[in-house]
């Protein structure tokens, strides 16, 4: 596994610098038809350890990884859900920065697969103010959880209902809905797309996560051998690539190549160019072997190298 010297040796002093020093040259991150952004998870355990701050998080993508599209997540901003000046100014802030904001990615706001008709629609009208939040902040997309603690032909109606309330309204804010698989049922690919297709809207489509394909439990991480159960990865995100308005580059540890370990990202970058995906490719690093900027810029390396 790479560690903090020999990270610096592999991608390299002019890679390093762009954080260390940004003002350095920037690396190009685009292709003609795949761009990279930033998912804030890479950097949770500074948000929360107040370390960095959640309004800032345009600007640090900008400034310390040269990254120019961002993907936010709620949880950081709870307190702000129905603030719609507030996500004004965080569109200003990114705009300010030149940065595009893609997406909201939505966690523990209810089970839009909830069993209850009632629960499901109290989940439905919790996320609806994410999708105002999302339109205001010039987002494409709302990421939400197809969660719901029931068997899977139960589970299959109660999504089919909530998920098309929501994506019903987020349309007529021209905001899409995408699912992740993030474990349990909604790391089967096949199932989902089984939903999608009986929800019938094109405004609901999926964010397919290189790692999160562990069917035993939920969020579905795979690091570390965590997971008995783990639904073929390269078959998930192939599954779920022709309905994708977004991809997640999950990763976790790299060898002294700068090579992730435990997904072949290779293989995931020619099933995304084989497909008719064209968009961001999302840096999301959840590792521990590194610092969260050193893992950040280790992801962005390798997918340079690869796109």
Known sequence: MLNRRSFLKTVGAGTAGIYLYPNLSPLSAQSKSLSISLAQWSLHRSFKEKTLDPVDFASIAKRDFDINAVEYVNGFYADKKKDNSFWK?????????????????????????????SKRKKAVENHKPWVDAAREMGCHSV??????????????????????????????????????????????????????????????????????????KKWGSIQRGSCEEVYDLYKGVKTFLPFAKGVSAKSYQFDAKGNETLIDYKEMIQLVKASSFTGFIGIEYEGNELPEAEGILATKALLQRLI
């Open 89 to 117: 100014s965080m569109r200003t802030r990114a705009n300010d920065n030149g940065v595009s904001n893609l997406l909201i990615m939505v966690d523990e706001e209810g089970e839009l697969g909830n069993a209850s008709a």
């Open 143 to 216: 990421r939400v959880n197809a969660f719901g603690d029931s068997e899977q032909n139960v589970l299959r109606e109660s999504l089919i209902d909530g998920l098309g309330q929501l994506v019903e309204y987020a349309s007529t804010m021209d905001i899409s809905i995408l699912i992740e698989n993030h474990g349990l049922h909604s790391s089967n690919a096949e199932f989902i797309v089984e939903v999608i297709e009986k929800v019938n809207n094109p405004a609901l489509g999926t964010l397919p996560d290189f790692g999160n394909w562990c069917t035993g």
